[in-house]
C-alpha cells in the first residue's frame, strides 16, 4: 500500500520569497503523483501532476515539482511566493496498476506567505 | 458550467440525528468519491463508485452510507452510528474508475457540525 509524508506541517515564508514544500512516498509499485492546493473553506484544485516522462513537472500559478524515483520524493517548488498562495498543499500519490489503486493524500502542509 | 457541487456548505444537526449531503456533477464522470477531511489529518476516503448502481467501501466507511442510483448523484448519509461526524466532507468525481489514470476533480465541501 502506498503511503504519503509530508515533512513539514506549516511552512511561514515572507513574500517574494523561495519556498520549498517536501513530499516523500512509499510504494513497491509504480505511481502517479500529484499537488493539490486548497484555499480555506474550498475545495481541492490540482497544482500539477507527474504521470511518466520528464521529471520536472511545472503547474498552474508559476508552482513546479520534481519527480526523484531515487529519493522517492515529489517535493514542490516556488521561486518566488505572493500573498495569495497563503493555503494549504497536498500532496497524494496513486499506483498505475489502474482500477483497484486508490489515491492516497498526505496529512497537509499549510504555507503562509508574510508581507 | 460544468463542475461538481455539493449542499449545503454549512450544515448543523443534532447528535444522534443522521444526515445527508449532497454530491450532484455535470462532468458525466462514471467514478465518484467522498472523503473526510479533519484538522491535520488530511482527506480520508469513505466511499467511492465507480459505477451506477455500485459502491465501495474506503479506508473510515463505517457509520456512513451512500447510494448511486444515478450517474450524475452521490449522495452520503451520516448515520447516529459515526462517532465524531463533525468534519469537512468533500465530494470529488473522475471521468472513469477504473482507468490507468484520473484525475479527481473535487466540489466545495460541506462543512458539518454535530451540536
Known amino acids: 500500500a502506498q503511503s504519503v509524508t509530508q515533512l513539514d506541517s506549516q511552512v511561514p515564508v515572507f513574500e517574494e520569497a523561495p519556498v520549498e514544500l517536501r513530499c516523500n512516498y512509499s510504494s513497491s509499485v509504480s505511481v502517479y503523483l500529484f499537488w493539490y492546493v486548497q484555499y480555506p473553506n474550498q475545495g481541492l484544485q490540482l497544482l500539477l501532476k507527474?504521470?511518466?516522462?520528464?521529471?520536472l513537472v511545472k503547474g498552474i500559478n508559476g508552482f513546479e515539482a520534481e519527480f526523484n524515483k531515487s529519493q522517492t520524493s515529489f517535493h514542490l517548488r516556488k521561486p518566488s511566493v505572493h500573498i495569495s498562495d497563503t493555503a494549504e498543499y497536498f500532496c497524494a500519490v496513486r499506483g498505475t496498476q489502474g482500477g483497484s489503486e486508490k489515491l492516497v493524500f498526505g496529512k497537509g502542509t499549510k504555507l503562509t506567505v508574510n508581507p | 458550467d460544468g463542475g461538481i457541487t455539493q449542499s449545503p456548505k454549512y450544515l448543523f444537526r443534532k447528535e444522534g440525528q443522521n444526515v445527508t449531503l449532497s454530491c450532484e456533477q455535470n462532468?458525466?464522470?462514471?467514478?465518484m468519491y467522498w472523503y473526510r477531511q479533519d484538522p491535520g489529518q488530511g482527506l480520508r476516503l469513505i466511499y467511492y463508485?465507480?459505477?451506477?448502481?455500485?459502491?465501495q467501501k474506503g479506508d473510515i466507511a463505517e457509520g456512513y452510507s451512500v447510494s448511486r442510483e444515478k450517474k450524475e448523484s452521490f449522495p452520503l448519509t451520516v448515520t447516529s452510528a459515526q462517532k465524531n461526524p463533525t468534519a469537512f466532507y468533500l465530494c470529488?468525481?473522475?471521468?472513469?474508475?477504473?482507468?490507468?489514470?484520473?484525475?479527481?476533480?473535487f466540489g466545495p465541501g460541506t462543512r458539518l457540525t454535530v451540536l
Open positions: 507527474y504521470l511518466s516522462g520528464s521529471t
Open positions: 462532468l458525466n464522470h462514471d467514478a
Open positions: 463508485s465507480q459505477i451506477v448502481n455500485d459502491f
Open positions: 470529488a468525481s473522475s471521468i472513469d474508475g477504473t482507468g490507468s489514470y484520473n484525475e479527481q476533480f
